[in-house]
């Protein structure tokens, strides 16, 4: 589905992301770990577009994509769900999520989509008139990820999924993702605070060090390593 080969990002002279290679297969969940401040962020960003690499490739469904800009990436299913939300505070929840769909053209798949994530996150349905601004932290998150799937991804970008939310919250964000690889084969790549919660979700992890992957593999091998456990688990 997506595969970077050899990436090299960052702002202006300052690189972040070091000769990067990664793969996130159709249908998968893939978790992206490592410390505050490793590029974990620049890297999904440069993913959807919002910023483009220094050097590298970026292939998605085998066509280089490296050059092509954000909103070709969204329109063509690669969707960002960046941390912090960033809703448009003063429209309502249902104008949001369907900001989510503004490169497609498709209206009746659109409303279909927008009862889909009603019936699969009720509470948006009752606030679908309120302003976004006025969402709870758990609210507000679940709007967001709402607004990526209104853009019928086929490639999700998740950034810091649980954090500042309740466990309880957490739980249902968790349920909804399951909901979504289950039942549409959308890819998911997470990046999450919450070591243990990434790793048990995704089949597959990479770990970041200093803007270069240190550590991949399956998840489980991953849980079970004493390097990841001491450095990220707290075990
Ligand atoms: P966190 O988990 O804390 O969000 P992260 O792994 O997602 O961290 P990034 O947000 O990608 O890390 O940041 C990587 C580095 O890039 C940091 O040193 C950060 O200060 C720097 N950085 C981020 N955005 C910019 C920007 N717009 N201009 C310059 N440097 C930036």
Not at 175 to 189: A, C, D, G, M, W
Not at 200 to 221: H, I, T
Request: net charge negative.
């Amino acid at each position: 589905m997506l595969k970077v080969e050899a990436l090299n990002a960052g702002y202006g002279d300052v690189q972040i992301l070091w000769d990067l290679a990664l793969e996130i297969e159709t249908g998968s969940i893939t978790a992206l770990i490592g410390a505050n401040g490793v590029g974990k962020t620049t890297f999904l960003r440069t993913l959807a577009g919002a910023i483009q690499p220094y050097s590298g490739t970026i292939l998605f469904d085998g066509e280089d994509i490296t050059g092509l800009p954000q909103t070709w990436r969204a329109k063509h299913g690669i969707m960002m769900v960046p941390e912090g939300r960033q809703l448009y505070s003063g429209l309502t929840v249902e104008d949001n999520l369907m900001m989510g769909a503004y490169t497609r053209r498709d209206r009746s798949r659109i409303r279909r989509d927008l009862d889909w994530v009603y019936g699969i996150l009720p509470v948006l349905k009752e606030r679908r008139r309120q302003l976004a601004g006025t969402l709870s932290g758990g609210e507000a998150q679940m709007c967001a990820v709402a607004r990526g799937l209104m853009a019928d991804p086929k490639v999700l970008l998740l950034d810091e999924l649980s954090l500042g939310l309740a466990p309880v919250i957490v739980d249902g964000l968790i349920r909804v993702l399951l909901e979504i690889h289950e039942n549409r084969e959308i890819s998911i790549l997470l990046v999450d605070q919450d070591v243990q919660i990434a790793l048990e979700l995704a089949s597959k992890g990479y770990v970041f060090v200093n803007g270069r992957v240190e550590m991949s593999g399956a998840s489980e091998e991953l849980l079970k390593n004493t390097e990841i456990q001491r450095a990220y688990l707290g075990i």
